[in-house]
């Protein structure tokens, strides 16, 4: 068992293109953010173990000793397991929420557990420790806050249980676990993103998981080689929503109209994969008019999106204030509220449309909170 104090931290992320449509087996394009969420884990004596979550205002402690005493069968014997319905709901007996608890501090406390108690029931007992996190992302937003949140629980607990070494060496200040132990992570953390969404499609826990540019499809992922440098700037609408439920509200729309909805998820997998060759060639040989292009896909996704139902009225004012500017914004994410992107022209000044103190460069955004629509 990990003896010292272990600090983790993984990134939020934005998707270009392939939103709600990655659930359904099509490509997504994905880039990693430079707004990170933090963890840090300390061992201890106490026969407790606590979590703080301070951005949601969650404060639990739970006794090891009882804990221990549980009957976690029901968690399934095999190494990474995706939760169920019925395991979700013992859970829930596990967590003894008041009557007046948040949906946001249930699910969070709920894949805690669920974490807690897979990864480390394997151990002689259970480990006694204090875990808190904080992050730079807005919960909710449809920046993968979720995600980054079940990544570090797992890489945290996989490393304080030794089921992964520690990778820092003497004398480090920051390292990055092996290929193989992020593949374990990964998996991990995905199974938190099943507690809380339900049905996700993965791609969220995979770009916080490795970081970078990615192309993502049914669960395999592969990194962009040398993406362009673009100029993303972020809003976000501070419209609260439910990914579980607009993730569930596109099936049922794809169960219901078939032949009209399945199309516009081919077209969505269309342009991530223009997407994907137009980035391409930018990277070799830049050149004007191939923003024209990522402009008519950001368009033409939007619209998409707007079909299967997850677009919102803070979405098309932001479409048309940055319009009226001849940019081009669509949702990132779950949609329904949440944030936007938009691409910004090489020398554009977006503090044109709303103060800005800074913009980050890169495949990077504008994350303060008054740059809202």
């Not at 201890?44 to 976690?72: C, E, Y």
Request: net charge neutral.
């Amino acid at each position: 068992m990990l003896s010292e104090v272990l600090l983790v931290s993984a990134p939020g992320k934005v998707i270009l293109h392939g939103e709600h449509a990655v659930v359904h087996g099509k490509v997504a394009l994905a880039v990693a953010l430079n707004l990170r969420t933090f963890l840090q884990l300390k061992p201890h004596s106490n026969g407790k173990v606590g979590l703080h979550l301070p951005n949601i205002g969650v404060k639990r402690v739970w006794d090891v000793a009882r804990l221990q005493l549980l009957d976690t069968s029901f968690l399934g014997q095999g190494d990474v397991t995706a939760p169920t319905p019925e395991q979700v709901e013992k859970l829930k007996e596990v967590a003894c929420f008041p009557e007046d608890c948040a949906v946001t501090e249930r699910l969070a406390v709920l894949a805690f557990l669920y974490l807690y108690l897979s990864i480390c029931r394997r151990q002689r007992a259970l480990p006694s420790l204090d875990i808190a996190v904080w992050s730079e992302l807005p919960t909710g937003a449809g920046l993968g806050s979720s995600a980054a949140y079940s990544v570090c629980l797992a890489a945290a607990l996989l490393t304080a249980c030794e089921e992964i070494p520690n990778p820092l060496k003497d004398g480090d200040d920051i390292s990055r676990w092996t290929e193989q132990d992020l593949e374990l992570i990964n998996k991990w953390a995905f199974q938190g993103e099943r507690v809380i969404h339900g049905n996700p499609s993965g791609v969220d826990n995979a770009v916080s998981t490795w970081g970078g540019a990615l192309r993502y499809q049914q669960g395999k992922f592969l990194p962009l080689k040398r993406p362009p440098a673009l100029q993303i700037l972020l809003t976000n609408t501070k419209v609260p929503r439910s990914t579980k439920a607009l993730v569930a509200g596109v099936r049922t729309r794809l169960i219901k109209f078939p032949e009209i909805v399945a199309p516009v998820l081919t077209s969505i997998d269309a342009i991530s994969l223009e997407c994907e060759r137009v980035l391409g060639e930018m990277a070799a040989a830049p050149a004007p008019e191939q923003y024209l292009v990522l402009e008519e896909l950001i368009d033409m996704n939007q619209h998409h999106l707007n079909a299967l139902g997850v677009g919102h009225a803070s979405l098309d004012q932001l479409c048309q204030v940055t319009m009226a500017h001849g940019l081009h914004s669509k949702l990132t994410g779950a949609g329904g509220g949440g944030c936007g992107i938009t691409l910004l022209k090489p020398g554009f000044d977006c503090c044109c449309l709303w103060p800005c103190p800074r913009l980050q460069c890169g495949f990077s955004t504008c994350p303060h909170p008054e740059s809202t629509s």
